[in-house]
T-cell receptor
Framework: QKEVEQNSGPLSVPEGAIASLNCTYSDRGSQSFFWYRQYSGKSPELIMSIYSNGDKEDGRFTAQLNKASQYVSLLIRDSQPSDSATYLCAVRLNFGNEKLTFGTGTRLTIIP | DVKVTQSSRYLVKRTGEKVFLECVQDMDHENMFWYRQDPGLGLRLIYFSYDVKMKEKGDIPEGYSVSREKKERFSLILESASTSQTSMYLC??????????FGQGTRLTVV
């Protein structure tokens, strides 16, 4: 079982709709969760971090964490063509272990 | 703004060469990381360092070594480059408890 799993996609969403990206992780000791966006040919850029159960909203982005189900998701509201990218889920074990483990990413395409 | 700078954007090397990839960060971060990214395999951790002269192996350290003589600089060394090491290499840095920020990446081709 992979440590961090994501559906590779591609996920196609109409412009203006909600895009939902999902990630599961295997280590119950994981404490920190991150979403990165990566445009083709570019390096990953951090868009959201979440550390406790529940929802965290930042503009059009909402991260959701459920530690009991070992599940983290990213919702993008009012999707724009500029949101078309690969989204990477990353998990860090705990504050004493800085190793970041990434999923393989979900490729999102917003259809105008 | 955090700045993580990798010395080369594109690099072409011959099989058997010793290759140095350099990374510098300007935010006094304690942790630095080297990843490689390949299609379908995602980002895989090669090595990371949590302090000067300290290093830990990641998931795929074979064929690589690292050096961290100064806090701001973390070097990845390919002792004898092979074609299987053709990849995108990404450096990142962070404080403890803070997300990692990435450099622009180095696309290495070994011929």
């Amino acid at each position: 079982q992979k440590e961090v799993e994501q559906n590779s996609g591609p996920l196609s969403v109409p412009e203006g709709a909600i895009a939902s990206l999902n990630c599961t992780y295997s280590d119950r000791g994981s404490q920190s969760f991150f979403w990165y966006r990566q445009y083709s040919g570019k390096s990953p850029e951090l868009i959201m971090s979440i550390y406790s159960n529940g929802d965290k909203e930042d503009g059009r982005f909402t991260a959701q964490l459920n530690k009991a189900s070992q599940y983290v998701s990213l919702l993008i509201r009012d999707s724009q063509p500029s949101d078309s990218a690969t989204y990477l889920c990353a998990v860090r074990l705990n504050f004493g272990n800085e190793k970041l483990t990434f999923g393989t990413g979900t490729r999102l395409t917003i259809i105008p | 703004d955090v700045k993580v700078t990798q010395s080369s954007r594109y690099l072409v090397k011959r099989t058997g060469e010793k290759v140095f990839l350099e990374c510098v960060q300007d935010m006094d971060h304690e942790n630095m990381f080297w990843y490689r990214q390949d299609p379908g395999l995602g980002l895989r951790l090669i090595y990371f360092s949590y302090d000067v002269k300290m290093k830990e192996k990641g998931d795929i350290p074979e064929g690589y070594s690292v050096s961290r003589e100064k806090k701001e600089r973390f070097s990845l060394i390919l002792e004898s480059a092979s074609t299987s090491q053709t990849s995108m290499y990404l450096c990142a840095s962070s404080f403890p408890t803070v997300p990692a920020f990435f450099g622009q990446g180095t696309r290495l081709t070994v011929v």
